[in-house]
Nanobody, 125 residues
Framework: QVQLVESGGGLVQPGGSLILSCTASGLAPNYYAIGWFRQVPGREREGITCIRRSDGGTYYADSVKGRFTISRDNDQTTVFLQMNSLKPDDTAVYYC??????????????????WGKGALVTVSS
């Protein structure tokens, strides 16, 4: 069974930086990709970034492009989300996911995909 555990959330001032981590266990050796969604209460979840295992290919939503960077450790069991130049609009719960599709054009999670429990990021002065 796949388990995804997010860590690193918290309170940060506008313009500041934060790093989220997603530690995965139970992944198949040839898993496809890991990504991040975020959700603000009352709004739909937004897929913001993902990284493919095979070639390191990535996707970034326009809302975070140039500010957020996804990366992974050498074992490819931990994925990091470096978030810079944070804005109040970035305030959300951030979820680690196993997408079924991750390309330059976007990411999608199948019904069978795995989700972490989420990490709250609050950007406020």
């Amino acid at each position: 069974q796949v388990q995804l555990v997010e860590s690193g959330g918290g309170l940060v001032q506008p313009g500041g930086s934060l790093i989220l981590s997603c530690t995965a266990s139970g992944l198949a050796p040839n898993y496809y990709a890991i990504g991040w969604f975020r959700q603000v209460p009352g709004r739909e979840r937004e897929g913001i970034t993902c990284i493919r295992r095979s070639d390191g290919g990535t996707y970034y939503a326009d809302s975070v492009k140039g500010r957020f960077t996804i990366s992974r450790d050498n074992d490819q069991t931990t994925v990091f989300l470096q978030m810079n130049s944070l804005k109040p609009d970035d305030t959300a719960v951030y979820y680690c996911v196993t997408p079924a599709h991750c390309s330059y054009y976007g990411l999608e999670v199948a019904d069978s995909g795995s989700w972490g429990k989420g990490a709250l990021v609050t950007v406020s002065s």
